[in-house]
């Protein structure tokens, strides 16, 4: 059973769940702020998606290298760097009240939970063997972060501003520093054996060839592709959501924060369910199906017209988020080799970053042509569209492994 695959220390699961929560939760809790404080400056549609895209461009150019330095130095050492970063970043933002200085903060941000998040999804391989069961765990922790960390930020923005706002998420982002500083040493076969230098930091054009061979593997490049649907929904949620949420419904930080922690709280319930409905549903089409719906939930919005409709919406969303996020974390880790669990999430996050530095740029050019609510429409008909395509070639393959047990 798969429950029953790994026996982990309670202490171990604790620090890697926690280091992920606070790490991954950054970036729902950043979701909701910075799209706050960017409107205040009047910047057009277009710079203001270039300020959310900014948040994938080092992500996207450095997940792979990330992902290679936690197969070779440990995967601790690099998420304690980058653990610091997160929780210094936050108090720029309101010091530096600048369009130009969100979008170098931003790039900085992005990159510093991505890597915090990555090197969880990666423990997940390293040390629980890619179980279901405690990637559903972790997927759970993400969603609590997520119930507790963007209510938190709506209301201290509320109630005491900007400067409060980003004081608080800078506190919330030094627990994950407290929660890497409990992981265990050695997360690796390979790390123990490599002192941190400035030749072994440097990116390697082989670490980036070799990722991108592992796309041959049919179940990693199913992964790569759904990741990349899943996440532009992600990425209109943390970006035009709120400032549709904002200027068109008139909704507090609070009352957002709210709309977050409801598909927190449903997406935690899906997570613990993935063991049972793998009973009766392939992996892989279990994951087309929720991640299909995680798209839809997010653009309908603009026809949602109250906030019952709109509280709907999101535990639905929240419910296929909460399923489909351990499902790719487990199909990944088991088609991948044991010594390059960190390059295979590192590529993951490159199709995720790609999507994540693309959507908001084009959604941004949209808005500024069709107007904000036909920018969900066309974003919901492209994405759909690709996924159709996917589920197409998904049928035709013989070669992608059942991982329900």
């Known amino acids: 059973m798969e429950g029953a695959e790994v026996k982990i220390p309670l202490r171990t699961q604790l620090a890697v769940y926690g280091s992920g929560m606070f790490a991954n939760s950054m970036s729902n809790i950043?979701?909701?702020?910075?799209?706050?404080?960017?409107?205040?400056?009047?910047?057009?549609?277009?710079?203001?998606?270039?300020?959310?895209?900014?948040?994938?461009?080092?992500?996207?150019?450095?997940?792979?290298?990330?992902?290679?330095?936690?197969?070779?130095?440990?995967?601790?050492?690099?998420?304690?760097?980058?653990?610091?970063?997160?929780?210094?970043?936050?108090?720029?933002?309101?010091?530096?009240?600048?369009?130009?200085?969100?979008?170098?903060?931003?790039?900085?941000?992005?990159?510093?939970?991505?890597?915090?998040?990555?090197?969880?999804?990666?423990?997940?391989?390293?040390?629980?063997?890619?179980?279901a069961v405690h990637a559903g765990r972790l997927s759970l922790a993400l969603r609590l972060g997520h119930l507790v960390g963007p209510p938190m930020i709506g209301f201290t923005w509320d109630t005491g501003g900007a400067w409060a706002a980003f004081i608080v998420m800078s506190v919330w982002g030094s627990f994950g520093f407290?929660?890497?500083?409990?992981?265990?040493?050695?997360?690796?076969?390979?790390?123990?054996?490599n002192k941190i230098t400035v030749s072994t930091l440097m990116p390697r054009l082989s670490d980036?060839?070799?990722?991108?061979?592992?796309?041959?593997?049919?179940?990693v490049l199913f992964v790569a592709v759904i990741t990349m649907m899943r996440n532009a929904g992600n990425v209109v949620q943390?970006?035009?959501?709120?400032?549709?949420?904002?200027?068109?419904?008139?909704?507090?930080?609070?009352?957002?924060?709210?709309?977050?922690?409801?598909?927190?709280?449903?997406?935690g319930i899906g997570s613990l369910s993935v063991g049972r409905l793998l009973r009766f549903c392939s992996a892989h089409w279990l994951l087309m199906a929720t991640v299909t719906g995680s798209v839809i939930f997010i653009c309908i919005t603009p026809l949602l017209g109250t906030f019952v409709f709109l509280l709907i919406a999101s535990a639905l969303r929240g419910a296929s988020l909460g399923i489909s996020q351990p499902l790719m974390i487990s199909i990944l880790a088991k088609a991948s080799g044991s010594k390059v669990q960190g390059t295979s999430v590192g590529l993951r996050n490159t199709a995720n970053r790609l999507t994540g530095f693309v959507i908001p740029l084009l959604m941004g050019v949209l808005i500024d042509f069709v107007g904000l609510a036909n920018g969900f429409y066309a974003i919901g008909i492209i994405v759909i569209g690709l996924l159709i395509l996917t589920g197409i070639w998904l049928a035709q393959r013989q070669d992608i492994g059942d991982t329900s047990g």
Do not use: C
Not at 59 to 75: E, K, N, V
Not at 178 to 193: F, I, R
Not at 208 to 219: E, V
């Open 30 to 131: 950043s979701g909701l702020i910075v799209p706050l404080w960017v409107s205040s400056f009047g910047a057009s549609a277009t710079l203001v998606g270039l300020v959310f895209g900014a948040r994938h461009i080092l992500p996207l150019l450095l997940s792979i290298h990330g992902g290679a330095l936690m197969d070779r130095l440990g995967t601790r050492r690099v998420m304690l760097i980058f653990a610091v970063v997160n929780a210094a970043v936050p108090l720029l933002f309101p010091a530096l009240p600048y369009i130009w200085a969100a979008i170098f903060l931003q790039t900085l941000a992005g990159l510093a939970t991505s890597m915090g998040w990555m090197g969880a999804q990666t423990l997940i391989g390293q040390i629980m063997k890619g179980s």
């Open 178 to 193: 407290l929660s890497a500083m409990a992981l265990p040493g050695n997360s690796n076969a390979t790390s123990q054996h």
């Open 208 to 219: 980036y060839l070799a990722a991108f061979r592992m796309l041959a593997i049919s179940a």
């Open 238 to 267: 943390t970006g035009f959501y709120v400032v549709y949420l904002d200027e068109v419904f008139g909704l507090s930080g609070t009352l957002i924060g709210v709309l977050t922690s409801a598909a927190a709280i449903v997406g």
